[in-house]
T-cell receptor, first 112, second 110 residues
């Protein structure tokens, strides 16, 4: 059974650029959520999508956005990158939260 | 606002010893998760605790949940080097948003 797939694994961008990260959930999982992990702030919730609808959003600026497609794949976009956006971005999918969340390997974004 | 606190944040253990990691949370919730993270890796699910009094065990790890005290514990029995990792607890209050603790860095020394 394939796990949660995130692409790319590593990314280096320049300040001011924008970036798009992709997440393919486990087959059958309709909920996809995104988290940012940094040494200073730890793991923070970005947003969650279910059946193409954003159900919850964390406390991040509007530069962070996301979407989910009809096949449950999700993308998140960060515009006007700042140095502080350097982080590991993790995607998690879930069929039912009583079974928990499965995380992908993450995308490590470095902004220079 | 839901807050999740873990302690200790760093734990250096001798092989063969027992210890407990504590996870306190500030508002009512009946879903708590434990994850393990190895350096540079993603989060691996360890336990899903769904109700008051829930206890789950896997190998040398045992997790429990007391929803009345808003406390979960992760007990490590007879630690081995392979258990060295960072352990996170996370609380899911709304069914679709995890709030994580800061993590406990565990180092098992031989």
């Amino acid at each position: 059974k394939a796990g949660v797939t995130q692409t790319p694994r590593y990314l280096i961008k320049t300040r001011g650029q924008q970036v798009t990260l992709s997440c393919s959930p486990i087959s059958g999982h309709r909920s996809v959520s995104w988290y940012q992990q940094t040494p200073g702030q730890g793991l923070q919730f970005l947003f969650e999508y279910f059946s193409e609808t954003q159900r919850n959003k964390g406390n991040f600026p509007g530069r962070f956005s996301g979407r989910q497609f009809s096949n449950s794949r999700s993308e998140m976009n960060v515009s006007t990158l700042e140095l502080g956006d350097s982080a590991l971005y993790l995607c998690a999918s879930s069929w039912d939260t009583t079974y928990g969340y499965t995380f992908g390997s993450g995308t490590r974004l470095t902004v220079v | 606002e839901l807050k999740v606190e873990q302690n200790p944040l760093f734990l250096s253990m001798q092989e063969g010893k027992n210890y407990t990691i504590y996870c306190n949370y500030s508002t009512t919730s009946d879903r708590l998760y434990w994850y393990r993270q190895d350096p540079g890796k993603s989060l691996e699910s360890l336990f899903v605790l769904l109700s008051n009094g829930a206890v789950k065990q896997e190998g040398r790890l045992m997790a429990s949940l007391d929803t009345k005290a808003r406390l979960s514990t992760l007990h490590i029995t007879a630690a081995v080097h392979d258990l060295s990792a960072t352990y996170f607890c996370a609380v899911d209050r709304y069914g679709n948003k995890l709030v994580f603790g800061a993590g406990t860095i565990l180092r098992v020394k031989s």
